[in-house]
């Protein structure tokens, strides 16, 4: 599953669709097309700063979901 610092999310639309949608709301993650995912690293992000990354991640999946 996930381990460490990384975070490995399902990308829908496209893992570098979805990555390049979360770069320009500001939150830098990998593209794995193989496993249509992106991969989060969150080892250097302060913890309190972890609760609104999450927000983003979670807005742009909702609107890349819904077209």
Not at 17 to 37: C, E, P
Request: glycine share 8%; hydrophobic share 55%.
């Amino acid at each position: 599953f996930n381990s460490a610092f990384f975070l490995l999310i399902a990308a829908p639309a496209g893992a570098e669709y979805t990555r390049k949608a979360l770069l320009a709301a500001g939150v830098g993650t990998v593209a794995f097309a193989s496993a249509n995912a992106i991969r989060l690293s969150y080892s250097t992000v302060p913890a309190k700063d972890i609760p609104s990354m999450v927000k983003i991640i979670d807005e742009v999946l909702a609107g890349l979901e819904a077209g």
